[in-house]
């Protein structure tokens, strides 16, 4: 594995109470809900087995069920029964039993949906009107709710989302993972949801495109000026669409003072005179690609720290000065950066980086430590949930705190885990694929004065025979692994290696509950045995009015 060296410069880059009201209601999901979608999910990896197929019907079903097979265009009229994986709704055709997805519908609510997409087992609709609102319906706030990828649950009680939340990881562990409820072993592993107590303006990263035609939603074109749907864009992307943007002025999930500044680069850089023009992704013509916010915070006066970066397809300073002039009269824009990507491809994360405001970084701190946060590095995106989820790692770890033991932190990016252990640890071995995460890790721990954590960059889905060579036997492993969840091989590496303790921070329950099945329960076709215990599970809500989830999962070494 290749060590990774910052550069200098211009840089190369490559429970509550009504919480335990509502669980007491909460009605079961469809085995299917948590099953079927996650078999068919582009985010399992090409080497993972898919899950079993266990059946969802009742005996009552087996008597009344018959035959459906839809066509696609067919119209259907269907109540949504629950949420499953992605937040979509799960139906199912009256008198059949078969199941049918839909986005944007939610538990309770009575609709008419076009199939759109149909498999072996199920199918996927459009929904095209709503006859009765789903249960748990609130007003929601943002005026793209209905439109924009973002927040998809926007318009849900938020505790009615924290509680399907909870039952979504509850089923996929049960019905993916293998781990019965009926077992005392595993009886009290599943903790309570932790709810997030800011539901909006959480996030401390935006990232924004351009584009040269506003898109506007088709039951929205009445309303609308054929003209103002020629206009250039600046928001998000369309749902399912790399090519259409829907034009956003203000995203309640950033800072008010992210708001501020998207604001007057909206009504400023149309303006003919500038000369600025978004990038066509089809005749790849234009110059500008995206806008990234990100938010900090001062470490020493405590005020707020903005970082505004434009990424464009080459390097013209003097094309983006009139915005820069403009937006570094903002007290909170601490930093205004350029990155330049000359590729056709959608990336934000440029080749080259130039600094043309204020410093190449801004600041935040987390669980006592301080970190410089550059343009493309990673970083808990929101910051005050970030601190409860570092938090329960920390809890989880059960490090002695003497300094004598050997922690592996897999997936690290910025090193952020593995240096709050570091305190508690003898030393801290990170690995990462990202070379500007490897960089940032080391400088966070020099910033911090922590001079027992390694950090090293290489592909962990590659990982040789040779790999435990790079450090002493852990006693505790971290894995944060991306949403595809962990490579067979590095499984395989875990289960020789055989540390004490595991823990396995999840951005994705589905992939989550299938390698912890592999490491429990090892995978019979390849005749491999599993060492570990499932002690704990602790679902954690870090993006309200969304469907994801995190999840903290403790494994501990079977004596037998």
């Known amino acids: 594995m290749a060590a990774a060296f910052p550069a200098s410069g211009v840089r190369l880059l490559h429970p509550r109470p009504w919480l335990r009201n509502l669980r007491r209601a909460a009605r079961p999901l469809s085995v299917l809900a948590a099953a079927l979608p996650i078999q068919n999910a582009e985010e399992l990896t090409a080497t993972a087995a898919p899950p079993p197929q266990p059946s969802t019907s009742t005996n009552t079903d087996k008597k009344t069920a018959t035959p459906f097979y839809p066509k696609r265009g067919q119209t259907l009229e269907l109540v949504c029964e629950s949420l499953a994986y992605k937040g979509k709704g799960l139906c199912k055709v009256a008198g059949t039993g078969f199941i049918v997805m839909c986005d944007r519908a939610l538990p309770g609510e009575k609709f008419v949906g076009r199939v759109t997409r149909k498999k072996n087992d199920y199918a996927e609709v459009k929904k095209l009107k709503t006859i009765t609102p789903h249960r748990d319906i609130v007003e929601a706030p943002c005026e793209f709710a209905s439109h924009c990828g973002g927040c998809k649950m926007q318009d849900l009680l938020y505790e009615a989302q924290v509680r399907a939340k909870e039952h979504q990881v509850r089923e996929l562990i049960v019905h993916v993972g293998k781990f019965s409820v009926r077992d005392s072993e595993y009886d009290g592993i599943m903790k309570p949801i932790v709810p997030c107590d800011i539901q909006f303006h959480y996030r401390n990263k935006m990232e924004f495109s351009f584009g040269t035609k506003e898109w506007v939603p088709a039951e929205l074109m009445q309303q609308e000026c054929d003209e103002e749907t020629k206009t250039y864009a600046l928001g998000l ?15 309640l999930l950033q800072s008010d003072s992210a708001n501020k500044v998207l604001a007057v680069i909206q009504d400023f850089w149309r303006d003919p005179e500038l000369g600025l023009s978004p990038y066509d992704v089809h005749s790849h013509h234009g110059f500008l690609k ?33 915005l820069v002039e403009k937006i570094e009269a903002f007290p909170d824009v601490v930093s205004i950066m350029n990155n330049v990507n000359t590729s056709v491809g959608n990336t934000s994360v440029g080749e080259v980086e130039y600094t043309l405001f204020g410093k190449p970084t801004i600041t935040e701190s987390l669980r006592g430590l301080n970190f410089q946060i550059s343009a493309n590095s990673f970083f808990q995106t929101n910051t005050h949930q970030a601190e409860i989820l570092y938090k329960l790692i920390e809890e989880s770890s059960f490090l002695k705190g003497d300094g004598s033991e050997i922690v592996l932190d897999l997936f ?17 071995y990170g690995f990462e694929i990202v070379d500007q995460a490897i960089s940032d890790a080391r400088r ?10 390694t950090f090293v960059q290489g592909d962990l889905n590659k990982i040789g025979e040779n790999f435990g060579e790079y450090f002493p036997k852990p006693d505790l ?14 499984i395989k590496f875990l289960l020789k290696l055989k540390a004490e303790r595991i823990i396995y921070v999840s951005c994705n329950p589905a992939t989550c509950a299938r390698d912890l099945d592999y490491l429990c329960h090892g995978v019979a076709e390849q005749k491999i045995e599993g ?9 954690v809500d870090m993006f309200p009015h969304t469907p994801h989830i995190e999840c903290v999962c403790l494994l501990e070494l079977s004596i037998s």
């Open 444 to 453: 966070n721990a020099d910033i911090n004065g922590i001079s027992n954590a």
């Open 290 to 322: 995206h806008l990234m916010l990100r938010s900090g915070r001062n470490v020493e006066t405590g005020q707020p720290e903005l970082m505004v970066n434009f990424v464009t397809s080459s390097y013209k300073p003097e094309l983006l000065k009139p």
């Open 412 to 428: 690290c990016g910025t090193g952020t885990i593995g240096l709050t252990l570091a305190k508690r640890a003898k030393h801290v």
């Open 477 to 490: 492993v971290i894995t944060d692994p991306n949403r595809p969840g962990m490579h067979m091989k590095l």
């Open 531 to 539: 060492c570990y215990k499932l002690k704990s599970i602790q679902p």
């Open 237 to 251: 992307h369309a749902p399912g669409f790399f090519d259409k943007v829907l034009n956003i002025n203000k995203c």
